[in-house]
């Protein structure tokens, strides 16, 4: 079971949940674009991921999300490895990267680099909003990855940029209770899944006290990696920042977190 879960990546699959939220096809919003009033140039957040297998708990590694003014685009990145004490379970070194239009934060070009284990993948995306065609340069290095091109609709948005799209949608102004359904573009298609607005919940986080935060409950895509029916709870900061300060998932192997460090 070790490898059928670590194929797909633990890491990836924790960073996923925090890119799991993609367009939210609400009447509030007619348009995919949005302006950013959450995040600024110099940002960084680095988050804390933890497994559980069994009665213990892993202190796996680190993921550093960094945002970079370049004046018609924002330049975000997540960086995401392993402890050395974890390298012998499984080593990981993982890039992500994406480049938003300024105007509405849909990504231009995203790319992602993964190297989990002895898994290798790279996959450039460059989309064409105009005639809703994204276009993905895959392989295991940027060297041999071959195009291909998809369909998808002018609204699609991926992984890691819609972690700074949904920082910005105003959650607030929806009650408890309320769903939506979402799209994602990730390895060759596009997902349908749904995301569950909780409402304003107190919680106690470690290093952080007890305090309000928005809670969701994104679906996730059974299979390998999840558990049939299982929830994942995402808690963000009950404010115009948005910024997600824990996620909780239930996996097929184990149980996964990841807690806001600083």
């Known amino acids: 079971m070790k490898n059928k879960f670590f194929k797909i990546g633990f890491f990836s699959v924790l960073v996923t949940i925090f890119m799991s939220f993609t367009f939210i096809q609400s009447p509030v919003y007619e348009s995919c674009g949005i302006q950013n009033e959450a995040f600024q140039n110099g940002e960084k957040l680095t988050y804390k991921l933890y497994y559980n297998w069994g009665y213990l708990w892993l202190s796996a590694g680190e993921v550093d999300f960094t945002v970079q003014d370049l004046g018609n685009e924002y330049h975000v990145k997540a960086v995401a490895k392993t402890y050395r004490s974890f390298d012998w379970v499984f080593k990981v070194r993982d890039t992500y990267e994406a480049y938003l239009d300024k105007e509405t ?41 071959k195009p ?101 998932l239930p996996l097929s192997v184990g149980v996964g977190k990841a807690i806001l460090k600083e």
């Not at 609709?153 to 607030?172: A, P, W």
């Not at 299982?230 to 009950?238: A, E, I, K, L, T």
């Open 148 to 248: 291909k091109t998809y369909d998808i609709n002018h609204c699609t948005n991926e992984m890691l940029s819609i972690v700074y799209y949904f920082r910005n949608v105003k959650f607030g102004e929806f009650d408890k209770g309320a769903e939506f359904p979402i799209d994602i573009f990730m390895d060759k298609d596009t997902w349908p899944l749904n995301v569950k607005y909780k409402g304003v919940v107190s919680k106690k986080i470690s290093g952080f006290g007890t305090r309000d935060y928005r809670k969701f409950s994104p679906q996730m895509i059974t299979g390998d990696v999840f558990d049939d029916g299982g929830g994942v709870d995402v808690y963000v900061s009950d404010d115009n920042q948005q910024i997600p300060y824990l996620i909780e």
């Open 105 to 145: 934060l849909l990504p231009n070009v995203t790319i992602r680099d993964v190297r989990e284990g002895g898994y290798k993948l790279y996959d450039k995306l460059v989309f064409d909003r105009i005639n809703g065609k994204v276009t993905s340069y895959r392989g295991d290095y940027a060297s041999d990855a």
